[in-house]
């Protein structure tokens, strides 16, 4: 759990900005504090790693002051650690990164560490959750991922399941203090099935943005009820 969480508070929400309306960020990020979203997920895109591009740390940084969530930053770009310090300035709260970015795992969650905040690997649907053998003691946050990065409102990939469980498990023989998150695809459905898996924290981009301005309090009360 993360910091002052006591365990079996819940589930936590993190509802992914990608689905948001971009002209109004700063209202959107004050509209899912107010229906109690956890966590802010931050997708970043090069159009490189993934075939998509979306916003960067001047972005990151303009919407810092319109909420007082933690900001949880999935870098999907290639290479990342010219990035990070941008990301770590810009008032990221946990930064995650995929292996497959390169060039050295271990060392960018160092990095990471050593900027003073929280490092998390993401796991694409084909990487398997041996990637986290020699990875477990430099983690904060393992996020799975339920899609193939790179786009909002895809299909949950049932196959993670069984991955999710494999990493629950893991985590928990650790004894550390490490978040499961799984992001794509949730809707109350498939909220259900993640939790039941194992994971401490849903993203969902359209499962809250799709709802729809005023719906988001519903929304969120969905997923957290389904889970
Ligand atoms: C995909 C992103 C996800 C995505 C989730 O690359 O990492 O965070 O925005 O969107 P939904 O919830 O619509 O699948
Ligand atoms: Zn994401």
Redesign the pocket.
Known sequence: MADGDAPGRGVKIAP?I??ADFARLGEELAAIEAAGADLV?I?V?DGHY?PNITIGPAVVKALRPHTDLAFDV?L?ISPVDPYLADFAEAGADIITVHPEAGPHIHSTLQKIRGMGKKAGVSLNPGTPAKMLDYLMDSVDLILV?T????????SFIHSQIDKIAAIRNRIDKSGRDILLEV????NPETAALARDAGADVL?????VF?AGRGRYQEAIDALRASA
């Open positions: 992914s990608l689905a997920h997708d895109m993934v999935h999907m991922m899609v193939n990065p790179g786009f909002g409102g895809q992001d794509g695809g949730v993203v969902a981009g359209t499962g799709g």
